[in-house]
């Protein structure tokens, strides 16, 4: 009886760690590529090509 207890508590943790683990990678994904957009490639772009890429997550 231990043991199936103990392996379902494993389960269970390894599931909520994947799932925290999972959302903070695409949290981080997202955010790293938006910060690219509005602060990396304005430095590289001119600001009339910046007007022509077509970007709504981008902040004004």
Known sequence: ???????LWILGFLGI????LFFLVKFIRTDSFLYDNDFVWS?????????????KNRSK
Do not use: A, F, H
């Open 1 to 7: 009886m231990l043991g199936v207890q103990l392996t």
């Open 17 to 20: 760690l994947g799932t925290v």
């Open 43 to 55: 430095r590289k772009v001119s600001s009339e090509e910046i007007e022509d890429i077509p970007n």
